[in-house]
């Protein structure tokens, strides 16, 4: 018997509260834009996306035009704007909601323009900004109605297609935030005959505690997403309506690599996530891996100008010379004349410029190791290991801030130990590119990215083998090391220091096999390849 002919991917339409270049808080924004222009460029697919229009985007500024919808107001006028039913528990009630569009790099971008986002000035968390208008609004912590604005986005986006008459092939949801739309795609009357042959796939980009987007109150979660009640409690998971655990049964889920799948379903690292990789697999749900990529050229520092740092180089031929203008550069930066924009400078660098220097760039948590970090330099210094600089760009926890600008001020650490307290892009790339090993001592990590960008770079990767970190090769493309210890961290430093000192041939090799296995391997226009499968599997 004949087999059927595979539908063609054609129309992919992306769901998400990040994309890169307008809203981003984590590496959410750079898988986002980067698959979807490669999927339109290499896979010759009609890509669009929807996102918020926050309050910090100016779509005018940018380009965007809004859109004139197919549909009229009472009058019988031509409308900018629709109704979306968004109900509490026993009060009914709608939202308005509007449309902004513009093509970047042949990708379709819409922004959803409503009250509840256009007043948020961060993405996930209130801004100081909008502390000093509200006090209750405290910076740093997450918007109180962080659930309902899911909720919009994703009724609001099935709305969408419909009034522009768009049905996709895929509907791809990216992390939590997105999650529950593929039971609403199939559980409303409204939506359920449109997207009849539109399938759905659930990216998990971090499946860590706090990050599943769940909520307690289950009368609010049935009235604001019109599921029934028997849908919302097959989506229960730990006393909690989550967008994860509803999307068990209505789409194809995957996760951002291969490892990190495992880890959530056949090993007890699933215990920071409260289990849910277990509780996936029980309901029959095996998830998919794959690994992230990265586009090469936007990190090439061949072209000096293009890529924002000082001097040209290539770690692919050893033609290193710029990187040392580089480094030499940020020395100086850091030497105490600087003043930032920015960020705040806590402790300096001397100019030694043949001193190895390590660098880290990331928020400064216990899921990124920050504490391990902390302990490991204590140790190294212990031992009376003085002869590095370590440079770090970030911002986070509170008392790991006031930590490391305790050790910057310390005299032991005078002139090895610079803390750049904030962030920003364009410092983080000069970093990069200075650095000659980058530190990744993650608890956990679903794939990461700044391991691929460091390598670009030339900056070797110190990092623990978990997750999707375990791409990075040992003594050929980084440093690994497997536990999370200060003890093991500090032993891969040391190994690190000693090839530096006496095998710099070795180091100069890394380098260069670093940047060919991303070349070979790790391209988005790669990796594209497993996601059209993917979509694939997911058709109805």
Known sequence: MNQPEKRKIERILMVTREYDGLAGAGGVKDVCRQLAEALARHGACDVRVVLPRYGFIDPEALGFEPIM????????????????DMNYANRERREQVSLWTKNIHGVTIYLLEASRFAEKHGVYAYTAEEEAAKSWQQTGVGH????????????????????????????????????????????SDGWRHWFCHTGAVVTIHNAGQGYH??????????AITGLPMSVIRSGMFN???????????????NTVSENY???????????????????????????????????????DPRYA?????????????????????????????????????????????????????FTFIGRLTAQKGMNVLLKALILLAATGETGFQILILGSGDKYIEEHLTEMAAAKNYSGRLCFLQGYDQVLATKIYAAGDFFLIPSLYEPCGLTDYIAQLFGNLPIARRVGGLVKIIDNETGFTYQEHQPEALAAAMQQALHLYRKERSRITTMQRNAVERIRNHHTWERVMQDYLGLYQQALP
């Open 305 to 357: 100008d293009k890529a924002g740092i000082d001097a040209a180089f290539d770690p692919a031929t050893g033609d290193l010379n710029g990187k040392g203008i580089c480094k030499e550069n940020m020395l100086m930066a850091c030497n105490g004349e600087q003043q930032w924009q920015r960020v705040v400078q806590h402790g300096n660098l001397r100019m030694e410029p043949d001193q190895p220097l």
């Open 144 to 187: 109180y109605d962080y659930f309902a604005m899911n909720i919009l986005l994703q009724k609001a986006t099935l709305d969408m297609l419909i009034l522009l008459d768009f049905q996709p092939d895929i509907i791809h949801c990216h992390d939590g935030h997105a999650a529950v739309l593929p039971a609403m795609l199939r559980e």
């Open 213 to 222: 987007q769940e909520v307690g109150d289950v009368e609010f979660a049935e």
């Open 261 to 299: 799948a495992r880890e959530l379903q056949e090993t007890d690292k699933d215990s920071r996530t409260d289990w849910l990789g277990h509780h996936l697999l029980r309901r029959g749900v095996t998830l998919a891996g794959i690994t992230n990529g990265i586009n090469p050229e936007d990190f």
């Open 69 to 84: 919808l197919p549909c009229s107001d009472k009058a019988g006028q031509a409308t900018l704007s629709f109704d979306v």
């Open 239 to 253: 006393n909690s309506f989550d967008p994860f655990a509803v999307a068990a049964g209505y789409a194809t889920i």
